[in-house]
Nanobody
Framework: QVHLVESGGGLAQAGGSLRLSCAAS????????MGWFRQAPGNEREFVAA??????VYADSVKGRFTISRDNAENTVYLQMNSLKPDDTGVYYC????????????????WGQGTQVTVSS
């Protein structure tokens, strides 16, 4: 069992930056693929970024602006978000999985409670 807790969300202006953290407990995350998803009101949960080992993948909408990283010693995953846009607004979720494609939420077994990110124009 993996327990995930996100933090770092808040209000930012367009063009600004935020850094999200996802602290894991229960098991080490080094053996998991870790992902970030987001959900805006009225929308489905969408893939943002994932990291497996040292391999990272990103949604086209955030490529070049967001960076996912992990600190296995701290059992924590980060999402550095730069050049924020109002379209980045939503609840951001951290997730852990071991199999399947990183792009689909259904392939992740463990989820955090989410952290709100609001970007004003």
């Amino acid at each position: 069992q993996v327990h995930l807790v996100e933090s770092g969300g808040g209000l930012a202006q367009a063009g600004g930056s935020l850094r999200l953290s996802c602290a894991a407990s229960g098991r080490t995350i080094s053996s998991y693929r870790m992902g970030w998803f987001r959900q805006a009101p009225g929308n489905e949960r969408e893939f943002v970024a994932a990291i497996s080992g040292s391999t990272t993948v990103y949604a086209d909408s955030v490529k070049g602006r967001f960076t996912i990283s992990r600190d296995n010693a701290e059992n924590t995953v980060y999402l550095q978000m730069n050049s924020l846009k109002p379209d980045d607004t939503g609840v951001y979720y951290c997730a852990a999985g071991t199999i399947g494609t990183p792009y689909r939420a259904t392939w992740y077994s463990y989820w955090g409670q989410g952290t709100q990110v609001t970007v004003s124009s």
